[in-house]
């Protein structure tokens, strides 16, 4: 017999598929229902890695599924091509970044065209290409034009010995990561989109994708949006004119301020030290210095020992005119609410910490009952109590629930002129400069005279100067300031000379969007045609990693609703339902070069072949956990494949055969399979249906060995079944049975069949019902009838209805699934 040769079967059909280009949406035909099926797109940092496959694998299964389910399944591939890595690796080696980018996608593309995901190619897109990017450019300008795109002074991190700023994952403890020098804080100008504009839609919308999101991305898209909701208290300040104002979440527990803390790095900081002794201000500022070195992760902290400076200043409490004294602490943020908090140590813990620290008083506001419970006084426990309870200690206000007394209290202060009702955020604006070279230049020219001009769409795109002599180190300043030919231009407003903006965007903007322009990829006239967007979008299906829960999807999300608010798309969400794939790990640790437990993508497929790789992964486990490579085994997944292909190759009656006159047990199980497979596949379970797979394959085998064996017709309909199912998993495989059956290519176009219902009914057996002893009727029921049904269907059979007549029933026994008897009153 012939044997199953992957590599063979992978180079017969290889060119076939390149010639049909199978999953061309080109021209579908516009009376089908259509699926947007999409795979988060490559960054191509070298060939294609285990998490690719599966990533890539597992969201192929759909996209092949819902083909072979009528529709017309939009599955486009691409690449997020500009990026740090390629400049890192130009610095390292002296290449140009964009040979190193391009060659890297020539081999991610041969890689991908032998694992065969079910690709339209012919709409591939590049971010670095200037047909990309000058759309990214024109996206900046429609935000610039709407106030959402703007420039502002900030503190960023600065390494001084780099002279480079620094993100906040290249700062560790405090210190620049690869010289080890004390990182401080610099101002820059920096270009930021105005996100926060939409932090409450970017909350409520979340709503709407509660079914079909993972439920772990959705909680961290909120807590990242971080809205709360509470009051801003003012508090009146000695000698100074306008009081301060504080940001809380608990104004029902305004009685227990003890102190009032503000940030360091506040200007209300600096100009409340100035007021005090030469001591204090001198004590200050070496604080603030320190504080200028710490990350704000660090600074929230509750594990670290807390730290402030008494500022010799005091707040009046706004209801019962209490002197409270206020201090520059760490903890408190600059850039969050106000700046500055109203401590209250008995609720809420970090101020408990701080005031333990520094000897403040605790005053129990809220206690469970009304009574403060002295073996729970947060000064002894060092714990804070922020559960519910009424409030004590708190003038008129005593007896109120929590709840009761938020409202309460924040009218008063209402009243009095003292404080508001309040909402918040963590979010900030997206900060979109960069100081590198490989990424899109910022549309905007800076003119002496006129400013900020921007860039003239018909100018379009402001494409990126060579590299070659340019410096691309970092140095906190863009290297494309650098390139003076290409930065000296006329000011588009008054003519004059003028320079254009140096820094380049975020890569994050180039694939907020990237999912529309593969809607109409080669458009010079718009960056995504709005009646494109109409048939297919939005994404119907999303798959990746859930290392972009947050900033990619957040981002796409913000982008979506502008692109929805100018009127360019009709939808406000771009992703309708999210996949999360696992991590592949290796002897249960991640996968890396440094550790030596890297398992190549190359050596896999050379190994095993594409079809047994995508089975593997899929077979694993539920795609949303992570899959130790260790402990599956692919040399098992090429035993099961044979075995089905071998299936194909045994079957002995022609296409088209008669199949309703074939062995009724198994095809059975082939309809109890094309009923289950369906859902178990929608729903993600690719494991379970490839295990249901294997059981047909394993019955078909028996069938095929016994008895009519390989001429049985429904061996061939199991046959055709197990090719059909199979091409969503293992398409080479699928494809050369499919062949091997006698059918022409390609198996991916061929529709699941549908089940027989008359073949799903469970054998039947025969219920005898008895009236007073006497056999009065029959029943055809399932064996596994439950007794109530049973005897339900046994009283209303005519016959026995008939037999009781109006007497009375005594008494019912039901011995399911073969007896009832009925004894009833003579
Ligand atoms: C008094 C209080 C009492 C608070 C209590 C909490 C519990 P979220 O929920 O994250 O919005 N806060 C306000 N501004 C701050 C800043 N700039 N830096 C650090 N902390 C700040 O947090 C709001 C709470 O965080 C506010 O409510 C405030 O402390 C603190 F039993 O006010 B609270
Ligand atoms: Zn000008």
Request: proline share 6%.
């Amino acid at each position: 017999a012939e044997k199953y040769d992957f590599a063979a079967i992978q180079e017969k059909w290889l060119p076939v598929w390149d010639e049909l280009q199978p999953f061309s949406t080109a021209d579908v035909a516009d009376d089908r229902p259509r699926k947007y099926v999409l795979d988060m797109f490559s960054y191509p940092s070298g060939d294609l890695h285990m998490g690719h496959a599966e990533a890539f694998g597992l969201c192929d299964v759909l996209a092949r599924y819902w083909w072979q389910r009528g529709h017309s399944v939009l599955h486009p591939v691409g690449w997020d091509s500009f990026g740090l890595p390629a400049e890192n690796a130009a610095i390292k080696r002296g290449a140009d970044p964009r040979d190193w980018t391009y060659s890297n996608i020539e081999q991610q593309k041969a890689s991908f065209r032998v694992y065969a995901p079910s690709f339209d190619w012919s709409r591939e897109i590049h971010t670095s290409d200037p047909e990309y990017y000058r759309w990214n450019q024109w996206l900046f300008l429609k935000l610039y034009e709407k106030g959402l795109a703007y420039r502002k002074a900030s503190p960023v991190n600065w390494c001084p010995n780099d002279q480079t700023v620094l993100a906040n994952e290249q700062v560790i403890d405090g210190k620049c990561e690869r010289c080890g020098a004390q990182v401080t804080k610099r101002n820059l100008t920096q270009w930021y989109f105005r996100i926060t504009d939409y932090a409450d839609r970017l909350v409520d919308d979340l709503s709407e994708l509660e079914a079909t999101w993972p439920s772990k991305v959705l909680s961290m898209q909120r807590n990242w949006v971080g809205r709360s909701s509470g009051a801003d208290v003012d508090f009146a300040i000695e000698g100074r004119a306008d009081p301060i104002t504080v940001y809380t979440t608990r104004p029902d527990t305004l009685f227990g301020v003890t102190y009032m803390a503000v940030a360091p790095d506040s200007v209300l900081a600096t100009e409340l030290a100035a007021g005090s002794s030469t001591e204090v201000q001198a004590e200050f500022n070496a604080y603030l210095e320190k504080t200028k070195t710490e990350s704000d992760i660090d600074r929230q902290s509750t594990e670290r020992e807390k730290s402030g400076v008494f500022l010799e200043r005091y707040a009046k409490h706004p209801l019962t005119d209490d002197l409270i004294p206020i201090w520059a602490a760490d903890y408190v943020l600059a850039d969050y609410g106000h700046g500055a908090v109203m401590g209250v140590p008995a609720h809420d813990q970090r101020d408990l910490d701080f005031a333990l620290a520094f000897d403040l008083p605790v005053r129990v506001v809220v206690a469970p009952g009304g009574e403060p419970d002295a073996e729970k006084d947060p000064s002894a426990t060092g714990i804070a109590e922020s559960g519910e309870g009424q409030l004590v200690n708190s003038g008129e206000f005593d007896g109120l629930t929590k709840a009761e007394a938020l409202e309460a209290v924040t009218a008063r202060l209402a009243e009095c002129g003292a404080g508001k009702n309040a909402k918040n955020y963590r979010l900030r604006d997206w900060l979109i400069s960069r100081q590198r070279y490989w990424g899109t230049p910022i549309p905007i020219i800076h003119c002496d005279k006129c400013g900020e001009v921007p860039v003239p769409e018909a100018d379009l795109p402001v494409t990126l100067p060579p590299a070659a002599g340019l410096d691309l180190r970092p140095k906190g300043t863009s290297p494309l300031g650098g390139a003076d030919e290409w930065a000296s231009v006329d000011c588009p407003s008054c003519g004059g000379s003028a320079r254009r903006d140096s820094d380049t965007m975020d890569t994050f903007v180039d694939s907020s969007w990237y999912f529309l322009r593969y809607l109409s990829p080669n458009s010079d006239e718009v960056a995504f045609d709005i009646a494109e967007a109409k048939k297919w979008a939005p994404v119907d299906q999303y798959v990746g990693g859930v290392e972009h829960a947050i900033l990619h999807l957040l981002y796409s999300r913000f982008m979506t609703k502008v692109l929805h608010d100018y009127g360019y798309l009709d939808f406000h969400e771009p992703f309708k339902a999210l996949m999360n794939q696992g991590m592949v790990l290796m002897d249960g640790h991640k996968m890396s070069k440094s550790i030596g437990n890297l398992v190549e993508f190359a050596d896999q497929l050379r190994d095993y072949g594409a079809d047994a790789l995508r089975v593997t992964l899929a077979f694993a486990g539920p795609p949303e956990d992570d899959i130790d490579w260790a402990d599956v085994s692919p040399a098992g997944s090429t035993k099961f494949l044979a075995r089905a292909w071998r299936i194909a190759h045994d079957v002995a009656s022609e296409p088209g055969v008669e199949l309703s006159t074939g062995d009724v047990t198994l095809r059975r199980s082939v309809h109890r399979f094309l009923a289950d497979a369906p859902e178990l596949i929608e729903s993600y379970k690719f494991n379970v249906a490839i295990a249901r797979l294997m059981e047909l394959v394993n019955v078909t085998r028996k069938t095929i060995d016994s008895g009519a064996g390989a001429a049985d017709p429904a061996v061939r309909e199991a046959a055709e079944t197990i090719a059909i199912a199979l091409n969503v998993f293992a398409p080479y495989a699928a494809e050369d049975m499919w062949a091997n059956l006698g059918h022409q290519p390609t198996v991916a176009h061929v529709q699941w069949r549908s089940a027989e219902p008359a073949l799903l009914v469970e054998d039947e057996v025969t219920a005898v019902v008895q009236v007073n002893g006497k056999v009065r009727g029959r029943l055809q029921v399932a064996p596994s009838i439950e007794p109530d049904e049973l005897e339900a269907r046994a009283r209303a059979d005519a016959n026995v209805i008939r037999a009781i007549g109006d007497t009375e029933i005594r008494n019912v026994i039901v011995r399911a699934p073969k007896i009832v008897s009925i004894a009833t009153a003579k």
